[in-house]
């Protein structure tokens, strides 16, 4: 482990403390990841586009040796990260919701004032139908958008001004490896590490959620940077 490496470490764990010792930041935390207005919205646009944009400087450590580089645009990363996890929030609440209407047409007769007294297994079979429903009909969506603008972004240079320029999605869905989109990022991440990662972040209470899958974002950018590390030896 390199010097840049425990700065990176000591930077990171001092950013997490002030959110669970210093008080006043952690009940602003609290206070704003579970509101149910438009705060909601800003915390989802921060936690993603803070966190996200980490788990990616730690895959390019890993894959390159560096958390930067020229033409890697870190701020057009966070703001994507940032805009994207806002709509990932708004798809958690959506399906949350919906799944409640899917299981009641099943025969389970539940509902959302009443989840938290039902058994271990009930609230396990809604977090994984709820987790199932979303990756299945959101997931996709959202992985190709991401895969347009983070070409985009490594097309333009990694500058604002860059990635504020038209997106030429067209040309971009037309060269990208579908064969590796289909075959690896749709049928493998989202059923063997969406599914039961989600299936988590649904059982946790809603102001951790969008936390949580956050969070998830940063594993799962280092599991694959290991595995392409992999596979280029």
């Keep these: 482990m390199k010097k840049k490496d425990l700065v990176f470490i000591l930077c990171l764990a001092v950013f997490v403390a002030l959110f669970v010792v210093v008080e006043p930041i952690k009940a602003w935390f609290l206070d704003w990841s579970g ?14 586009g803070i966190l996200a944009t980490i788990g990616e ?27 994207l996890g806002t709509c990932i929030s708004i798809a958690m609440g959506i399906f949350s919701q919906g799944t409640f209407g899917f299981l ?35 997931a996709p969506v959202f992985m190709t958008i991401h895969k ?15 990635f504020f320029s038209p997106i030429p999605a067209k040309k971009i869905i037309s060269e990208m490896d579908w064969q590796r989109q289909w075959s690896f990022v749709f049928m493998k991440t989202i059923p063997f590490f969406w599914y039961p990662a989600h299936t988590i ?11 949580f899958a956050a969070l998830l974002g940063v594993a799962l950018g280092v599991i694959l940077s290991l595995a392409n590390l992999k596979k280029s030896k």
């Design 35 to 48: 509101a149910k207005d438009w705060r909601n919205f800003v915390m989802a646009f921060l936690k993603f």
């Design 57 to 83: 400087c730690i895959g390019l450590r890993i894959t390159q040796g560096v958390y930067n580089k020229k033409g890697f645009g870190i701020l057009p990363r966070a703001l994507v990260w940032g805009v």
């Design 104 to 138: 009641n047409k099943c025969g389970l007769d539940i509902n959302p004032s009443t989840l938290t007294e039902e058994s271990f297994g009930i609230r396990l079979l809604y977090a994984f139908s709820v987790s199932v429903l979303m990756n299945t009909f959101f």
């Design 148 to 162: 347009i603008t983070d070409t985009h972004i490594g097309n333009t240079g990694g500058t604002l001004k860059g």
């Design 201 to 211: 972040t649904f059982m946790l209470p809603k102001e951790y959620q969008v936390l």
